[in-house]
């Protein structure tokens, strides 16, 4: 058996979010298949179609946005089959540039927050793991820095974290990532290979993670857009005691999906310079840069 981890970005506009969070959920392929024909049902569920058949997708900024609360709060829960077909009105009514009502609003928040709740409990019910790695918004290198070339600390965690999970499973590990500007994917690809091919550890690692990833377009991939999804509610939401507390959050998201982000991580044991150690599948690297002066 391998597990593949669908990866995706978080805040790398650097403008709103409190973090840059990079990460993804990992996915047995024993239920990759079952997984997507089980994410076109919840869709179905949610919105009485399909969002790619409005040229839309399921990503976190768009069914977890501040509006779509407001719109799913100002009015009663709608019945799903009611929900159904008034959410449906929404996404046609939007392609054929017509004016929503207050209905459609409501429908459409509702059947957001219905999706998101849903993709969790999907993961949850096929055993996906979830990893992320999050460094506080606006983090530059030290001036002088030369090491471009090298994975930042952040990444190296990150994938520290999914090797302790695939050493302890016996399970080889694919990366899939979510494909963007074709320069910084092959900049990327490099350091994933400098990684892998010139350090001790990283080629330790790749016993168990094969280190040449795969691309795939978001809108292609329904565990890309879940991962994209987890990624957003751990920016607003997740926090720990020990992180800082100035970070900035949504409550409405901290409440509800935050406690969903902790059941889904991988929580393992992992090892280091001979000592073994509790670990988690989340985590903040306040500098990702060594060799800071």
Same mark, same amino acid.
């Given at each position: ?12 506009? *650097? ?6 969070? &990079?990460?993804?959920?990992?996915? $047995?392929? =024993? ?20 969002? #790619? ?13 501040? +509006?779509?609360?407001?719109? =799913? ?16 009105? %929404? ?11 207050? +209905? ?19 993961? #949850?019910? *096929? ?52 494909? $963007? ?9 490099? &350091?994933?290979? =400098? ?32 991962? +994209? ?17 100035? *970070? ?5 998201? =901290?409440?509800? %999906? ?28 306040? +500098? ?6």
């Amino acid at each position: 058996m391998s597990w593949l981890l669908f990866l995706d970005e978080s805040g790398h506009d *650097h403008r709103n979010m409190p973090f840059e969070v &990079r990460g993804g959920v990992a996915l $047995s392929s =024993a239920k990759l298949w079952s997984f997507i024909q089980n994410w076109r049902r919840l869709e179905e569920h949610c919105f009485g179609t399909t969002l #790619s058949a409005y040229g839309k997708e399921a990503k976190g900024e768009k069914l977890l946005d501040r +509006d779509r609360f407001k719109w =799913a709060a100002q009015g009663e829960r709608l019945e799903d089959g009611e929900r159904r077909r008034l959410a449906r009105a %929404f996404l046609e009514r939007g392609r054929d540039r017509l004016p929503q009502t207050r +209905d459609t609003f409501t429908a459409y928040g509702q059947a957001s927050l219905e999706m998101a709740r849903g993709v969790f409990d999907l993961l #949850s019910g *096929h055993d996906a793991k979830l990893f992320a790695s999050l460094i506080p918004r606006g983090t530059k290198p030290p001036h002088g820095f030369t090491h471009e070339d090298y994975l930042r600390k952040d990444q190296v965690f990150l994938l520290e974290r999914f090797y302790y999970f695939l050493e302890n499973t016996k399970a080889h590990g694919l990366l899939v990532m979510d494909e $963007s500007d074709k320069t910084l994917d092959r900049r990327l690809v490099k &350091r994933l290979e =400098a990684y892998f091919e010139k350090t001790a550890t990283g080629r330790n690692r790749a016993a168990w993670i094969v280190p040449s990833p795969f691309f795939v377009a978001s809108d292609m991939s329904y565990a890309v857009q879940a991962a +994209d999804i987890c990624l957003y509610c751990i920016n607003w939401g997740y926090r720990l005691p020990a992180w800082d507390p100035a *970070h900035e959050i949504r409550q409405e998201i =901290a409440d509800e %999906f935050a406690p969903k982000v902790g059941r889904l991580q991988w929580m393992g044991m992992g090892t280091r310079d001979g000592k073994t150690f509790k670990s988690s599948g989340v985590v903040l690297v306040p +500098d990702p840069y060594v060799g800071r002066p």
